[in-house]
């Protein structure tokens, strides 16, 4: 009696915070839509022009950011557990430089060819073979979380060589210009970039389902094989998953750090590290971090705008030094 007293209690608080954050996520929305050079009242805009900002230009932003939180923020809390790492995420393990090095290479050796779809294709597969790599390796050479993060930092230095080696030989000046954006940034999508997150939103939903198999598999991949997780299968299906929703956040605003490994981290240490409600709570949480994060990179500085990548990396760096140490630490 006692025991199942816990769980409910458990569950309210986790809902609690659910709503929560839900609510923090649409009052920061709200400011979002509202805020800028023109102060707009998101209900009901006074004009033409309020209106094609606010429609043509604040709203697809406003979207690009909450996919993108919420899949970076869902790919790393996945990633921690398929790795057992909770220092793990796309960025610092270099799986967003290669969804950038794939897309970077499809515009710079066959221009003609970059349309939308190939262009996301393009980051998809450079995400999924860094991806694969990552845990190949991990796998076959059983490496240390310090051995881990060291490879992953390394593929990540070698695709941002083989970006900035691309870049220095272009004289396409819309080549060059890709420079700022894939330092992150959101401030030039539109509505037909948004048919990535067409892709992303059915990938979110499938993997935010799987926190039951997830705990399971925290576990032990030989106590999973017990309790009846086909191990091989959950693994390509993650990898798959985590590999679609990096490239699609790299294609729709360049490579942006640290939401993957901060948010899932944060939420473990204060609510526990349950699968099943761990991940919608991630994905809450990270769109609101990232909606925040562009909030100040839009406002901060009054006669520029900040990268976004930058806004989430001075949030994130911090973190990942403080985990460091404390990792360290407990050994």
Known sequence: MEFNQLLTQKSRRWRRVLITMSLALL?????????????????????????????????????AAIAIGASLALSGA????????????????????????????????????????????????????FTLLLVGMAKAMRLTTTRLLLVGVALGIL?????????????????????YWLMGSIGGVSWYQHVLVVFMVPVLVWLCLQGKILDRLMVGEIHALQLGVDVEKLRWQLILSISMLVGCSVALGGVISFVGLVVPHLLRMAFG???????????ISGATLLVFADIFART????????????????????FIWMLVKSHDTR
């Open 78 to 129: 996945a990633l921690q557990v398929l790795l057992g790492n909770v220092l793990a995420e796309p960025g610092v393990l270099g799986i967003s430089g290669g969804a950038s090095l794939g897309m970077v290479a499809v515009l710079f050796l066959f221009p003609v060819a970059a349309t939308p779809m190939v262009f996301m294709g393009a980051g998809i597969a450079g995400s999924l073979l």
């Open 159 to 179: 695709s941002s060589a083989a970006v900035t080696w691309a870049f220095y030989f272009s004289d396409d000046l819309s080549i060059r210009q890709l420079m």
């Open 300 to 319: 901060l500085i009054d006669s520029a705008e900040l990268p976004l990548g930058v806004m989430t990396t001075t949030i994130g760096a911090p973190v």
């Open 27 to 63: 009052t920061l929305s709200l400011i979002h839509l509202s805020i800028g050079e023109i102060t707009i009242n998101p209900f009901s805009p006074k004009n033409a022009l309020e209106s094609q900002l606010l429609f043509e230009l604040r709203m697809p932003r406003l979207l």
């Open 273 to 283: 590290s349950e699968n099943r409600y761990l991940l919608p709570l991630s994905v």
